[in-house]
């Protein structure tokens, strides 16, 4: 019913900068919070960015002034601009959506990307 697409991952060195994406398909009547979240080998998913339907925003510590996310509410899509890139920040990185599918709040649910994999080499 509701799919979120990511693109972008790849490998870069250290410094390097990458793009995410992550596209809301479906039905799908309203999206609230959208995010970023990674998971590194032997760690557990942890959050990176946040933004809200207005657009505010929250960073991990470890990401901010070095990676910022925004979002197009035309399209669903939420982006993560990624610069100044090291290699702790390599993940899989999963965006998140929730969304309401119908006029309903009944109908809100947290949906989850397939995950892309981000690779830093020092």
């Known amino acids: 019913q509701v799919q979120l697409v990511e693109a972008g991952g790849g490998s870069v060195q250290a410094g390097g900068s990458l793009t995410l994406s992550c596209a809301a398909s479906?039905?799908?009547?309203?999206?609230?919070?959208m995010g970023w979240y990674r998971q590194a080998p032997g760690k557990q998913r942890d959050m990176v960015a946040t933004?809200?339907?207005?657009?505010?925003?929250n960073y991990a510590d470890s990401v901010k002034d070095r990676f910022t996310i925004s979002r197009d509410n035309t399209k669903n899509t939420v982006y993560l601009q990624m610069n100044s890139l090291k290699p702790e920040d390599t993940a899989v990185y999963y965006c998140?959506?929730?969304?309401?599918?119908?006029?309903?709040?009944?109908?809100?649910?947290?949906?989850w990307g397939q995950g892309t994999q981000v690779t830093v080499s020092s």
């Open positions: 479906g039905t799908i009547y309203r999206i609230n919070d």
């Open positions: 998140n959506a929730q969304l309401w599918t119908g006029i309903s709040r009944a109908s809100e649910n947290n949906y």
């Open positions: 933004i809200t339907s207005s657009g505010s925003t």
